[in-house]
């Protein structure tokens, strides 16, 4: 698969710092979350099913994130103004993200890039990427919540294309694991020691 280049994703930079996340980590969460090689071919399954559907699926997200005030502060200035050009840029790495979580294989890589998403929820690289003059952190709670829209609005994405009805609730199922797992390893620099 190519990916396109897209301004401030760093997934293939060779310089991108290794996550400090261990590869028996990963496999400890991916057992918490009932995660298996059957999720992995459901997941690549749906990365077919959603490949020509990112935008609306974006549009679907990002209009949940802008009837919401407390959640646009995230994307918007101190003073409360969303900053249109920060919008456009995330928009276009959350695109992405959709494909990576089900295409890329979860290795070194892909943990190295969980790692920069959750840094850029923090005040250690909120911003930093698209020189953006917004509020200094995502707090947590908001990573976790988010689990649940970021699911329950797939679903309909997902029996798009007219599979059998066992067939998107195995996607379904595969996009609620991964999704669980991966704010999961996004809560890291939030916890500390303590995750």
């Not at 969303?82 to 276009?92: E, M």
């Not at 309909?156 to 390893?185: C, D, I, N």
Request: proline letters at 8%.
């Amino acid at each position: 698969m190519t990916y396109a280049p897209i301004p401030g994703y760093r997934y293939d930079d060779p310089e991108q710092a290794p996550s400090p996340v261990t590869a028996g980590d990963l496999d400890g969460l991916a057992a918490a979350t009932l995660f298996t090689e059957a999720d992995v071919a459901a997941l690549k399954l749906a990365g077919e099913v959603l490949a020509d559907q990112t935008e609306q699926i974006l549009d679907v997200w990002y209009g949940f994130v802008g009837s919401h005030p407390h959640l646009l502060a995230y994307f918007s200035t101190p003073e409360g103004a969303p900053i249109g050009d920060y919008l456009a840029a995330v928009r276009r790495r959350f695109g992405q993200w959709i494909t990576d979580t089900c295409t890329r294989p979860y290795d070194a890589r892909w943990l190295a890039q969980q790692e920069e998403i959750a840094l850029r929820h923090t005040v250690a690289k909120k911003n930093v990427t698209d020189g953006a003059p917004s509020v200094p952190s995502v707090p947590l709670r908001y990573l976790i919540a988010f689990v649940v829209p970021i699911t329950a609005t797939m679903r309909p994405f997902l029996a798009a294309k007219g599979h059998a009805q066992e067939q998107v609730e195995a996607m379904h199922q595969a996009w609620f694991k991964v999704v669980t797992l991966q704010v999961s390893l996004w809560a890291r620099p939030y916890a500390g020691a303590a995750w």
